[in-house]
């Protein structure tokens, strides 16, 4: 027994009048004009909408049950770089990247590993489950994977020079990963979605 509602309306309860691509380099970005159906109204809109459209992601919790370790990868981000906040612009990341044409959520997943640890799954790894990490203004759908395996082999720098990638990888106990957590030091929402759903699902 739930009283998790289900959502009030569908995918057919919007409608798209115009969309105009604004911008088109590094990400996308289009302008949306949009209405949608109301509950205190027979209609909402029609408002202008700006969206960052992007391809699927994959997130992989790479984990050695055995030694109890787990594997971040340290690299720049930009974001942070521009933040008002004196964070570091370098973040310890699971790894992570986007899927390419034609290309399935899984076999993302095994090239990403490979790209950035120079490991070769040898198991298909768990869907966790997906997730839009920004909805109100990005597409993006994020697959959470577990993958269990031998960090014996992981290297120690990876990278794709030609996508600008320097990274330098970590392997870190489970129990060092979970007090960074707790202790507020994991500061990017992906890592800290995958560490709460380890801490709570650990085998």
Known sequence: MTDWPEPTFGCTDWTLEASEQLADGFFQLDELRLTHRGYQRESVGPMLREILVRAPAVVVILCDLNRQQVVMVEQFRVGPAMSELDDSPW????????????????????????????????ADPQLVFTYYPSPGGSNELVFLYFAPCDLTKVERFRGQTG???????HVISVASALEALQTKRVNNAATII???WLHLNMP
């Open 91 to 122: 973040m310890l990341e699971w790894v992570a990247g986007i899927c390419e044409a034609n290309e399935s959520p899984l076999a993302t997943c095994r090239r990403e590993v490979f790209e950035e640890t120079g490991l070769v799954l040898d």
């Open 163 to 169: 996508e600008y990638e320097d990274l330098k990888v």
């Open 194 to 196: 995958g560490l709460q």
